[in-house]
């Protein structure tokens, strides 16, 4: 189960990357560095959470 989620949270952090490549390419975005600071911030925080979850596991098994 926790294999499975760490993999989610994974998959989330590459759409959030993605989401902030599409805001940085559109001249929409009224505070540009915001995004950039919290897209980053929320896709090493999904992804330490995620590998964590994945290691984890690994740890379990042995």
Same mark, same amino acid.
């Given at each position: 189960?926790?294999? @499975?989620?760490?993999?989610?949270?994974? $998959?989330?952090?590459?759409?959030?990357?993605?989401?902030?490549?599409?805001?940085?390419?559109? $001249? $929409?975005?009224?505070?540009?560095?915001?995004?950039?600071?919290?897209?980053?911030?929320?896709?090493?925080?999904?992804?330490?959470?995620?590998?964590?979850?994945?290691?984890?596991? @690994?740890?379990? @098994?042995?």
């Amino acid at each position: 189960m926790r294999k @499975e989620l760490g993999k989610f949270l994974l $998959d989330v952090a590459k759409l959030v990357i993605g989401g902030v490549l599409l805001a940085a390419i559109m $001249d $929409d975005v009224t505070n540009r560095w915001g995004i950039y600071f919290f897209g980053v911030l929320a896709t090493f925080v999904l992804i330490f959470t995620g590998l964590s979850l994945i290691n984890n596991k @690994e740890k379990e @098994e042995d």
